[in-house]
């Protein structure tokens, strides 16, 4: 039974791991050049904040446990284990980036269409501040609670195993272990 487990969470690993870094060439395909004037503006700051945490999730390394050479299920269990909190807080944290990139996104081509080229003057102010209005709207969504939620609701639409899958408080606690 122990092998059957043990390759059920392998499959788990490389379902995370495959989000994972379909989450990364998202972030990076969000990515916009900021006209000079508006290099400070809201949005185009959270994507540079959120190319360089993505970045840094990148750069990150996995630390396996030293395990014996013999082939034992318990410790394969165990660090497959391990393999699923790491990927799962690695995961958590490029969807966390995504969805906040990913409004920034939608924030630069909100005022790309309210300014047609031009720059910002009293008769945008209405329009600027209503997209500004929607993107710190969107931003508060993106709490942790709603990030987890977000991940398994997709994960059970496409029937994945999730009987081991670490609660928020595990992410986190992992995430706060390892910056």
């Not at 995370?16 to 060439?25: A, E, G, K, P, S």
Request: hydrophobic residues 40%; glycine residues 4%.
């Amino acid at each position: 039974m122990a092998d059957g487990l043990n390759q059920a969470r392998a499959l788990r690993v490389a379902e995370i791991i495959n989000d994972y870094r379909t989450l990364l060439m998202h972030i990076t395909q969000q990515s916009v050049q900021a006209p000079s004037d508006d290099y400070n503006e809201e949005g185009y700051k959270v994507i540079r904040d959120g190319l360089a945490a993505a970045q840094a999730l990148m750069s990150s390394t996995y630390n396996p446990c030293a395990t014996p050479a013999h082939n034992n299920a318990e410790i394969e269990k165990a660090e497959l284990r391990r393999v699923i909190l790491d990927a799962s807080a690695r995961r958590f944290q490029a969807h966390r980036i995504y969805l906040k990139v990913a409004a920034a996104r939608r924030w630069v081509l909100n005022r790309q269409n309210i300014l047609r080229g031009q720059r910002p003057g009293p008769q945008h102010a209405a329009q600027l501040k209503n997209a500004s209005n929607t993107f710190h709207a969107e931003l508060a969504q993106v709490t942790e609670q709603y990030v987890v939620a977000d991940l398994r609701a997709a994960d059970t639409r496409a029937g994945h195993w999730l009987n081991e899958d670490p609660s928020l408080s595990t992410i986190l606690q992992w995430i706060r272990s390892h910056p």
